[in-house]
């Protein structure tokens, strides 16, 4: 049936796409003089763009789940080893040691004039004159300075120079050294650069203004390509590397320049010693050099002039070396690089030890420095995972890491442009999302409501080192992944294509989620499931209650394959599970584009070139066949709606929506630009449409909204990126959200209010004294932990300032966390530090009776009302349940004692007054009513249960008698 005869076409053309908002910055906040400021935090990657149509609905939102990039300088430890710095972007993120969470993170504004793809930070130092102060720089050429503990920024110091490095000795007052270079035209940076000593001291001490200019900014010396500069623990040489050449300057002279000494091979990274004048650095080749070069030789005559000099070189790596460092003894050297190896060299013998399988490449290395505590190293990996090494065991002792992406040692290869679709899908039962990980044949598992990467599935176990020599070895890519509609099938494709010295392979591999263990089972492997041809397609039957669950995959052969569960039963266990394949056809040796099926699972739609085909899936029979003329070559067909009525016909410019209950054309739209994808809304006859970018616009995409009842796009919005694939994904706070891999590798949520739960450290914060689990001293090794620890209330910082704090024990102990020299005498604290640690008991005077004399007994009396101490007030005591509580008394009590035997004794007063004593004995009056003497027990201080041991006041005591 042709669809030419029935259609009703309209042919609008896409309106234009409104400006983004998302560059715009906000206004710079202004103090006076030198004030502690909080700069307005900027929202975590959240951007909100308006429709071209007010009246079309609401705003749609985008939020990134990722990182903008990995850095590639170390992390920066804290003076006491709690806290560690990372260089995230354009922000600074605070990360606690025990814990991994994200604790606060710190906002680097820029000056008027640079746009935000500028103002990236890229060097950090902490302040060698005050611990708890940070000092960074970024490609805008600002030098802030940050008090971390409270969260403010002090200072801005612009120098109107993009930063690459920064360095700093206590020898050097009020003063940093930094490589600076020219901004170049485009954002392109010259490789020209400059060894500068910038003054932290304001030009203008009376200035107001909030970015200030430096008092003093004298040059050391130029620099081609920079990649480190350091300092020497004593601070007598400052040594910067760049290109092939190390550049070493005198602290004594830094006016007369540089003394260049070459090397072989490009250099990469640079390591101090930490107590001896000497320093090493890794090459692109793979090679460790000591440097022997800071001596009185080197005098200032040979400024300028290049030397070589004799260094020992070591050598494992067969690639570059990425990150080196030593251990603070100086005993070690730690290397790593892309092999994902960490490598120890003992310096003084030679040997090396290792440390494998790290995960992915290692970009840093960083070395912990913790009195009393275990050595711990701290290796930053390409896919932005943070793994903690004990330094005695060499093991893996924890790591921290959110989406593993590592774009540029992984996907960035020639096989990309033969595998445009990357894998991805949504997991119903968990609200988590299948990505693929740092690594191309594996996947990792991530829950975007915790932020927290649940687990990683080696889908083809390979080898983790990318490169034999020059080469690069070509691993098993996962090239797609689809999930059944009730969570417990996954179905993934991995392929290899061969070469001279492979064969390509192919695999389907279909998992079973385990609901108890949390975690996905391999259940059936199929190699090859389309012969030599490659599988384009893969999708699951939804599988309704009732209906047995198919699984067809279509591929490069032309054939059409369904698969279907079958279990077999074994007597001597229970019923095992497992995919055969059920049918094979073809429809024309015409080659299949997409399958897609029904909401009810009733329907199959196979699309062909330049028809679509409905099957039905129980008896593989043809139930219609749909031409489109209109959408030229077709790409893909969808079920629209929740009842599947109808289907959307995707074309290169074209889109169709046919009526299969009515049997003819809806409506016809035509693009002005490509369509990349379609997705459909699951519960709603609504659905979005994606278009590729235009020449003009190669970093947006646009993305319009169609009901089923109309070809006009009821909402057209423009997003700034591109995607590499893009599914629907259920939110509760939304009626259309989206999540996708864009083309720069970041995972994005989008749609309508997005609420995705933000990390408690994305804002600037104080950081608590006592954030986490805290390390265990040697005296908690031997005594045992402190019983004040047990009860520390909860960061101070964390909660709101209007809360009530709980009593802990500790209160007051605060004027001890100062320096010893400078509290007061011990005795003039005693009795407030005594006063926090002992809580004084609340009393209550009406729950006690009143005193009685010594010379008058205690009488009781019958009040004809009375209360319950401790209870309520309000409520009264009457005589009937004072009869039955004495009744209850008697029955369970008193019935069970027999009356006690009393000894024999001389007869007359016991513990009478004696002389000069005023002892005396009170015994109660008699209540109304006094029981049986056989059933009455005797109390404790009655006169017959002191006669056993008589005790007279002035007297020895006397042994009793019977």
Known sequence: MAASSMRQAHEIPLPQSPASNAQKSAPSRKGKGKAKEHPTAAPKRRVQISASDP????????????????????????????????????????YAVTTGKVVSTLSI???????????????????????????????????????FLEATLLQIIDIAQPIHHICAHESFQDSVFVTASRPGKKGVIDENSIVLRVSLKSADVASQSTVQKSAEIIPVGKIRQPTGLAFSPSGEWLVAIGGHKAYVASATSLSSG????????????????????????????????????????????????????????????????SSIAFTPNGAYLLSGGEE?????????????????????????????KVAGGEEEYLLGLADATF????????????????????????????STSKNPVTPLSVHTLTSTLILPSSHPSSLQIYSPISSTLVSELEVSPSNRVSRR????????????????????????????????????????????????????????????????????????????????????????????????????????????????????????????????????????????????????????????????????????????????????????MDLVLWDLVGQRVRWHYTSSAPIYALVSHPREDTFAVVFSPSTEERAKSRVAVFQADSSKPSRTLSVPFTFRNITWYPLASSAFSLVAITHDWKVVVLGENINIAKDEGAVSRELASDVGP???????????????????????????????????????????????????????????LMAGFLKPRAVDASAFPADVPDNQDAGMTDDPVTTLAGGDAKRLVDDREKDALAGLFKKHTLKAKATPTIPSQKKGPVNSQAKG??????????????????????????????????????????????
């Open 55 to 94: 009246s079309s609905g609401p705003s749609w939102d985008w939020t990134s789940l990722t990182d903008n990039l990995v850095s590639s300088v170390p992390p920066i430890f804290t003076k006491d080893g709690s806290y560690f710095f990372s260089l995230v972007g354009c922000s600074v993120r605070i």
């Open 109 to 147: 504004p820029r000056p008027a004039g640079y746009d935000a793809s500028s103002d990236t930070v890229t060097c950090a130092v902490l302040n060698p004159h005050n611990a708890f102060q940070l000092i960074t720089g970024s490609l805008a050429g600002v030098l802030a300075v940050w008090d």
């Open 258 to 321: 540089f003394i260049k000494y070459v090397s072989p091979e490009r250099l990469t990274c640079i390591a101090f010693h930490p107590s001896e004048d000497y320093f090493a650095s890794g090459d692109e080749k793979g090679y460790i050099r000591l440097w022997y070069c800071l001596n009185e030789q080197a005098s200032s005559k040979s400024v300028g002039v290049e030397k070589k000099l004799q260094t020992t070189s070591l050598h494992w790596h067969a690639h570059a070396v």
């Open 340 to 368: 994902s190896v960490l490598v120890i060299w003992q310096l003084h013998t030679g040997k090396r030890e290792f440390l494998p399988r790290i995960g992915s490449p290692i970009k840093t290395i960083s070395v912990s």
């Open 387 to 414: 793994a903690f090494v004990g330094a005695a065991s060499l093991k893996v002792s924890r790591s921290y890491s959110r989406i593993k992406l590592d774009p540029a040692s992984v996907y960035n290869t020639p």
């Open 469 to 652: 020599d020059e080469k690069p070895i070509e691993p098993c890519r996962i090239e797609r992944v689809t999930l059944s509609p009730s969570g417990d099938w996954l179905a993934t494709l991995d392929a290899r294509e061969g070469d001279e010295d492979l064969h390509g392979e192919s695999y389907l591999k279909i998992w079973r989620w385990d609901r108890k263990a949390g975690f996905w089972i391999l259940n059936t492997r199929v190699d090859r499931p389309h012969g030599l041809a490659k599988v384009t397609d893969v999708a699951f039957a939804p599988g309704s209650e009732g209906q047995p669950l198919f699984l067809v995959t279509i591929g490069g052969d032309s054939n059409i394959k369904t698969w279907r569960l079958r279990a077999t039963n074994d007597k001597s266990g229970p019923a095992e599970e497992f995919w055969v394949a059920r049918s094979s056809w073809n429809l024309q040796n015409e080659l299949p584009s997409h399958v897609s099926w029904s909401p009810d699972g009733s329907l199959l739609s196979i699309t062909l070139p330049h028809r679509i085909t409905l099957f039905n899936p129980a008896t593989n029979l043809l139930r219609h066949t749909l031409a489109c003329p209109e959408c030229g070559e077709i790409k893909a067909s969808h079920f629209i709606g929740k009842a599947g009525r109808y289907l959307a016909v995707v074309g290169t």
């Open 774 to 832: 805290q390390r265990r001293t040697l005296f908690q090794d031997i005594f045992g932990k402190s019983a004040f620890s047990e009860q520390a209330a909860a960061p101070q910082s964390l909660a709101p300032a209007s809360a009530a704090r709980p009593w802990t024990g500790r209160q007051g102990t605060e004027v001890l966390d100062g320096a010893a020299y400078l509290l007061p005498p011990l005795e003039n604290l005693f009795d407030s």
């Open 917 to 962: 004593g005023s002892s005396r004995l009170h015994t109660p009056s008699k209540p109304n009513g006094v029981l049986p003497s056989s059933k009455v027990p005797v109390a404790s201080g009655s006169p017959d249960a002191s006669m056993s041991t008589p005790m007279v006041n002035g007297k020895k005591r006397k042994k009793s008698m019977a």
